[in-house]
């Protein structure tokens, strides 16, 4: 069965600063996607980002970047120049056929 | 093109009263695909459906719980003689094709509370 696992439950930076969130997956597909949603506490769920497995260029979204590492079964998502509105719960998921799996997810603080 | 809507956004139930979820998909999205989240964890699929088909219902509970998408109407997440520990927020999601290699896109989600 496929897992997603963040290890850090709460992470914080400092507004206009890098942040790293970090997400490893088990799996034994070779074709999936891997996706970044950020849920803040309007409960909304928010697409960020987006990776198709076979693609080796890491996926860009403005202040949003990834670092797949396929070999190492590993999905981070760095948040460049944090910004308040960036606050918020982010979960990592995998996809594959007709559903998501989520990991626990991460709350991310922004302090001014 | 307004997105998924799901209501309501708050129900309020007793111990062993029905609660009833609706979930309309995008304009065009024919899949929809039901999540839970309970507090302080992430979202676990239960449900996947087309137009009047279960294509894949294995994370939903056995007992108590259906799911329809009829041809006409919205979807309806059903849960029977509900308990406390169905308390959660209930989110459903659409896409335009089967897979989930397209973005899913999500609704606000329903928070139940079961007192």
């Known amino acids: ?112 | 093109n307004a997105g998924v809507m799901q209501n309501p956004r708050h129900l309020v139930r007793r111990r062993g009263q029905e609660a009833r979820l609706r979930c309309s998909p995008m304009k065009g999205h024919s899949h929809v695909y039901w999540y839970r989240q309970l507090p302080e964890e992430g979202l676990k699929f239960m449900v996947y459906l087309q137009k009047e088909n279960i294509i894949d219902e294995s994370g939903m509970p056995k007992e108590r719980f259906s799911a329809e998408f009829p041809k006409e109407g919205p979807s309806i997440l059903r849960i029977q003689q509900v308990v406390r520990g169905d308390s959660a927020a209930y989110f459903c999601a659409s896409s335009p094709i089967r897979s989930s290699y397209n973005e899913q896109f999500f609704g606000p989600g329903t928070r139940l509370t079961v007192l």
């Not at chain 1, 928010?46 to 693609?55: D, M, P």
């Open chain 1, 1 to 112: 069965a496929q897992t997603v696992t963040q290890s850090q439950p709460e992470m914080s930076v400092q507004e206009a600063e890098t942040v790293t969130l970090s997400c490893t997956y088990d799996t034994s597909e070779s074709d999936y996607y891997l996706f970044w949603y950020k849920q803040p506490p309007s409960r909304q769920m928010i697409l960020v980002i987006r990776q198709e497995a076979y693609k080796q260029q890491n996926a860009t979204e403005n202040r949003f970047s990834v670092n797949f590492q396929k070999a190492a079964k590993s999905f981070s998502l760095k948040i460049s120049d944090s910004q308040l509105g960036d606050a918020a719960m982010y979960f990592c998921a995998y996809g594959y056929g007709n559903k998501l799996v989520f990991g626990a997810g991460t709350i991310l603080r922004v302090k001014s």
